[in-house]
């Protein structure tokens, strides 16, 4: 069974960057995704990306283009969410998330391993 844990979460004005890392255990060949949920709304997507041996497929919530990447170092089993220009509204806890399958998807219910979450707070 996969083991997923995220970190890198903390305290950001407005504007400011972040840099989140997920790590899975194993050697297994995972997409893998980032989701969030604010207090009192239901977790949404963020970004995903693929697994590839050349270049990842990678997909982004319309509310985040621009300003976050992901990417991926595949001989660590990790991901990286690279945020910037942090709104207020960025504010949730941010999950790490591996499928079984190789393939992008924006649907959590297609994921079957899930780290704890890390907390992002922007302030105003």
């Known amino acids: 069974q996969v083991q997923v844990v995220e970190s890198g979460g903390g305290l950001v004005q407005a504007g400011g960057s972040l840099r989140l890392s997920c790590a899975a255990s194993g050697r297994s060949k995972h997409a893998m995704g980032w989701f969030r949920q604010a207090p009192g709304k239901e977790r949404e997507f963020v970004a995903g990306?693929?697994?590839?041996?050349?270049?990842?497929?990678?997909d982004y919530a319309d509310s985040v283009k621009g300003r976050f990447t992901i990417s991926r170092d595949n001989g660590k089993n990790a991901v990286y969410l690279e945020m910037s220009s942090l709104k207020p509204e960025d504010t949730a806890v941010y999950y790490c998330?591996?499928?079984?399958?190789?393939?992008?998807?924006?649907?959590?219910?297609?994921?079957?391993?899930w780290g704890q979450g890390t907390q992002v707070t922007v302030s105003s």
């Open positions: 990306i693929s697994f590839s041996w050349i270049i990842p497929a990678t």
């Open positions: 998330a591996a499928r079984v399958s190789e393939g992008l998807a924006t649907t959590e219910n297609l994921y079957e391993y």
